[in-house]
Every structure is written in C-alpha cells, then in structure tokens.
C-alpha cells in the first residue's frame, strides 16, 4: 500500500483524496489517502511524522503551509523556486524530501484542456498572493507574450513581478488594466468567495478578451465568470480543471503514472455540485 496525505488548516473540505483515488482506480495502484489537519505552526512536524512512516511515498500541502513546505524541502524544481511555495513533497532514495510546485502546470494544462491557446497572448492575472505567484512561470514558459500583474495592493504585484525578473512580466495599476488589452484575464483571488468581482469588467478591459480564468470553482459559474460571459467573452472556465490537474502532475511525480483526467474532472464536478444543492 502507497501512502499519501493532504496537509492543510482548514483541511476538511479538501477533495484530493477523492481525486487521487480515482487516479488509483485508473491506474491499478492501491493506495491510502488521507487529510491531515495540522496546526498552524506545526506543519514540519506532522509532515516529518507522516513521511516516516513505512509506505509514505508522498503527500500534498495546501493552505496555509506551501511556504512552510517549500522551506522545509529540498528543492531543485524551477516552478517551486520561483513561486516560492511547494504544493508537493516526495520521499526520494536517500532519506531526503522533494518539494515541488505543480499549480501552474496544472493551470497551463487545464487551459490546453480547454483548447485555450496561450502562445503568444496577453496574460492579465489578478491577485498577488500565494495562488498567483505559483501560476506565473509556468504561463510564460507555455509562450504567453505577456504576463501583467494586477493587484488591489500594487506594492505586492511589484514584489511578485520583480521576483520572477523577467522581461515578459509586468505590473499595472487595477484602474489601468483596460490599457494592457489582456487577450485572456486569470483570477487568482478569492473575490468569488464572496461574491466580488476582483476588478472592474466595464472599462474596456474585455475588448480583447475572449478567456477568463476563474481559480475558484465553488458556486461556478462565479459572478467574474458570468459579468464577463454576459460582455460577450466567449469562454469563461472555473478552477475545478486546475485542482484536477495540479493532482495529476503530483500523482505522476510519485508513481510516475499519469492519469486521464478527462471523464475525472466530470466526476469532480458532479460531486461539488451535489455538495453545493445540499447546503
Ligand atoms: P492565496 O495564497 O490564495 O493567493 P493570499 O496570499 O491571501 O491568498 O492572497 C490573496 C490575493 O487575493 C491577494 O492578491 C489579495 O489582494 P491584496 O494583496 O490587496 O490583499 C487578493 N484579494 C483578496 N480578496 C480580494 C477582493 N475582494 N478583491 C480583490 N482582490 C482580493
């Protein structure tokens, strides 16, 4: 038996044990996953304890201990460095731990999924936090002309901007978005969460648009998805491809085994949304 485990404060509503189940029934791998809760400033702790055990090959790390992780492990995978945030942790042959970074090649694959084409377009990304900063390289490296930060708090979309220091990535003011003409807008805040939009949609900021990206897929389609579909954006996608996604890639890093995620996400979906009616 493989073991495995999501790391996370809040952790009950995590759907990766589902998810990575269903991988292992795809793919004939028997296996254990489960949600671990552990206290805020006892991540290395619980993460040493779990990786310890006999047939622990790995485990995932969401919020609020991605930074905590990409402290804790060894390191060598550029996403992971230039977010400075590890969602991943493996168990290598030599008593060391991994850490990589699998959400922005999650977020890349999840578009190509959706026939976006990213090569050469302008890329508006929305929010400056944790779940931006992951996402950033791996958008240029799949060819995006530009990448513009735009944050409520500018100072943080500078700090992000200038610690990836490339040349294809900028910031602008949120009143000044219209003026960078995004062929596909990308929200990494959680302004859906509560229904918010995270910037103005009426300024001409669409006028070239024809994709926005949701991260968030509670509740989709988001009120950000459905102003955009409503100003004439063809194709609006929420987040529950990307979790999919980011999933795959680190169920692949640990068995080397890569999913078909397709009829997955299918099934993701319809158990989010017979949550959803429930409540
Ligand atoms: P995460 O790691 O999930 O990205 P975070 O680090 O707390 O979470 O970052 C949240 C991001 O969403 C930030 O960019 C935040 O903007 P500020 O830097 O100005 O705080 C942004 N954000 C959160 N709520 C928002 C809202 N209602 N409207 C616009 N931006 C919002």
């Keep these: 038996m493989k073991k495995f485990a999501v ?3 809040p952790i009950a509503q995590s759907l990766s044990p589902t998810i990575h189940q269903m991988f292992a029934d795809q793919l004939g791998e028997t296996i254990s996953y489960e ?3 552990a206290p805020e400033d006892g991540f290395v702790e619980a993460a040493t304890t779990f990786l310890a055990q006999d047939g622990a090959i790995g485990c995932n790390v969401t919020m609020p201990f991605k930074l905590d992780a990409f402290n804790f492990a060894k ?11 590890v969602n991943t942790l493996m168990n290598d042959d030599n ?7 699998t959400d922005g090649i999650g977020l890349v694959n999840d ?12 890329v508006l990304l929305i929010g400056a936090g944790g779940a931006a900063r992951g996402v950033i390289s791996p958008l240029i490296e799949a060819g995006a002309a530009s990448l513009t930060i735009a944050n409520r708090t500018k100072a943080k979309a500078e700090q992000v901007a200038n610690a990836v220091s490339n040349s294809k990535v900028q910031v602008v003011a949120l009143e000044d978005i219209a003026s960078v003409a995004p062929h596909i807008i990308i929200n990494s805040t959680a302004a859906s969460l509560s ?17 926005v990206y949701d991260m968030v897929y509670k509740n989709s389609p988001t ?15 929420d987040g529950l491809g990307m979790l999919v996604e980011q999933a795959a890639e680190a169920f692949y890093i640990w068995t080397q085994k890569r999913p078909d995620t397709s009829d997955i996400v299918k099934r993701v979906r319809d158990i989010v949304e017979q949550g959803e009616k429930r409540n």
């Design 35 to 37: 949600k671990i809760l």
């Design 75 to 85: 390191v060598d995978d550029q996403a992971a460095k230039d977010a400075q945030a």
């Design 111 to 122: 578009l190509l999924n959706n026939d976006v084409e990213i090569q050469g377009k302008r």
């Design 195 to 211: 229904n918010e939009l995270p910037c103005s949609l009426n300024n001409g900021v669409l006028r070239n648009c024809d994709v």
């Design 223 to 237: 009120r950000f998805m459905r102003e955009a579909a409503e100003a004439g954006v063809e194709n609006q996608i």
């Design 95 to 101: 008593g060391k731990v991994l850490g990589y970074n």
């Design 7 to 9: 790391f996370g404060n």
